[in-house]
């Protein structure tokens, strides 16, 4: 059974980082596409970042572009979202996601067969 086990998140401050980490377990992930989306109070789910099997490929949300880094550890079956520079806006629970192989539309959530419950991020002023 696939199970995602999202931790790492928090309360912080405006400004500061944190790093979300996304344990994958059920089976090995090494050759799948895997995301971070996150869901705000009242808003749809939205596309965060997305890594392919091999790490060569990333794509963002343009918001979080040059702030967040998603990167994975197909040894331990982790996948991890580098966030710096928070903002307000950046609230919300991140839930992680497997999908298939990299797609020129990584950001469709259709894509992805199995995700986790979520960490809650607050970002205070």
């Known amino acids: 059974q696939v199970e995602l086990v999202e931790s790492g998140g928090g309360l912080v401050q405006a400004g500061d980082s944190l790093r979300l980490s996304c344990q994958a377990s059920?089976?090995?992930?090494?050759?799948?596409?895997m995301a971070w989306f996150r869901q705000a109070p009242g808003k749809e789910r939205e596309f965060v970042a997305a890594?392919?099997?091999?790490?060569?490929?990333?794509r963002y949300l343009e918001s979080v572009q040059g702030r967040f880094i998603i990167s994975r550890d197909n040894a331990r079956n982790l996948v991890f979202l580098h966030m710096n520079n928070l903002k307000l806006e950046d609230t919300a629970v991140y839930l992680c996601?497997?999908?298939?192989?990299?797609?020129?539309?990584?950001?469709?959530?259709?894509?992805?067969?199995?995700w986790g419950q979520g960490t809650q991020v607050t970002v205070s002023s």
């Open positions: 996601a497997v999908g298939d192989a990299w797609t020129d539309t990584p950001s469709l959530q259709g894509d992805y067969s199995h």
């Open positions: 059920g089976r090995t992930f090494s050759r799948n596409l």
């Open positions: 890594i392919s099997a091999s790490g060569v490929f990333t």
